[in-house]
T-cell receptor, first 112, second 114 residues
């Protein structure tokens, strides 16, 4: 089945700086890569996703890049704000019948 | 549109008991997936239901089961609870399934097994 590795597990950045979270996946047949943000006491919420026919996608301060050859994808958050503090999960899907396979998560801390 | 709802939000059970959790998907969504979230294992796929049929299943023992009703509402059941079943159980809905389309998650049911 699919295996998704996510790094780092904790990321602390100064408010206003950029944050980058990286994920690798194992199944070359995977073709859908969403990113979720989970705040304390809530379920994960989709923030951006990318499909395998696209290399980059941007939505305001958030961007995701995908390198299918290397089987890795990254989340970029620019001009970070206190409300960006949360746990972020990457996921991969489409290569099999296992639903979404998630990374272990990154705890993003925005320092004032 | 109302979001995904899950009931109950919190549950305390003892070992050996069984538990049933409920999920109401977003109106019009026919696919419901269930996930278990723990600090050690992260988010793990349990199973997915579509039009009342289990379409996919993750790597969990047979004590974990589910069903879906004609109105797309879904329940999952865990029998003979073990301490390791303590977790946040999340359901997610989508129109066609968790493959290449957005899944919307509910707030989860937090289960504590004593």
């Amino acid at each position: 089945g699919e295996n998704v590795e996510q790094h780092p597990s904790t990321l602390s950045v100064q408010e206003g700086d950029s944050a980058v979270i990286k994920c690798t996946y194992s199944d070359s047949a995977s073709n859908y890569f969403p990113w979720y943000k989970q705040e304390l006491g809530k379920g994960p919420q989709l923030i951006i996703d990318i499909r395998s026919n696209v290399g980059e996608k941007k939505d305001q301060r958030i961007a995701v890049t995908l390198n299918k050859t290397a089987k890795h994808f990254s989340l970029h958050i620019t001009e970070t704000q206190p409300e960006d503090s949360a746990v972020y999960f990457c996921a991969a899907s489409g290569g099999g019948a296992d639903g979404l396979t998630f990374g272990k998560g990154t705890h993003l801390i925005i320092q004032p | 549109k109302a979001g995904v709802t899950q009931t109950p939000r919190y549950l305390i059970k003892t070992r050996g008991q069984q538990v049933t959790l409920s999920c109401s998907p977003i109106s019009g969504h026919r696919s419901v997936s269930w996930y278990q979230q723990t600090p050690g294992q992260g988010l793990q796929f349990l199973f997915e239901y579509f039009s009342e049929t289990q379409r996919n299943k993750g790597n969990f023992p047979g004590r974990f089961s589910g069903r879906q009703f004609s109105n797309s509402r879904s329940e999952m059941n865990v029998s003979t609870l073990e301490l390791g079943d303590s977790a946040l159980y999340l359901c997610a809905s989508s129109q066609q399934g968790p493959y290449q389309e957005t899944q919307y998650f509910g707030p989860g049911t937090r289960l504590l097994v004593l």
